[in-house]
């Protein structure tokens, strides 16, 4: 009998530390999702300033070209 209650101790202690460590490794993979989130959205924020500083040089060039195109009309109107 008292082996009986020894194995049945046994075996619910080791359910309860592999519940446990279950529960240590989820959190634990839910802590690396979060840094993972984290590390793309800042990868994709220096990309998104990037494509942003292109379309604001590109729009500034197109605008400087326009400009001198007026004012050479502009000049041989007059």
Same mark, same amino acid.
């Given at each position: 009998? $008292? $082996?009986?209650?020894?194995?049945?101790?046994?075996? /619910?202690?080791?359910?309860? #530390?592999?519940?446990?460590?279950?529960q240590?490794?989820?959190?634990?993979?839910?802590?690396?999702? %979060? #840094?993972? #989130? /984290?590390?793309?959205?800042?990868?994709? $924020?220096? $990309?998104? &300033?990037?494509?942003?500083?292109? +379309?604001?040089?590109? /729009?500034?060039?197109?605008? &400087?070209?326009?400009?001198?195109? #007026?004012?050479?009309?502009? +000049?041989? %109107?007059?």
């Amino acid at each position: 009998m $008292k $082996k009986a209650v020894l194995l049945v101790a046994t075996i /619910a202690t080791l359910g309860f #530390v592999s519940c446990n460590n279950a529960q240590v490794n989820a959190e634990q993979a839910r802590l690396d999702s %979060l #840094v993972e #989130v /984290a590390r793309v959205d800042s990868i994709a $924020k220096v $990309k998104s &300033d990037s494509i942003q500083a292109v +379309i604001e040089a590109e /729009a500034a060039a197109a605008a &400087d070209t326009l400009n001198q195109i #007026v004012e050479e009309a502009t +000049i041989e %109107l007059n």
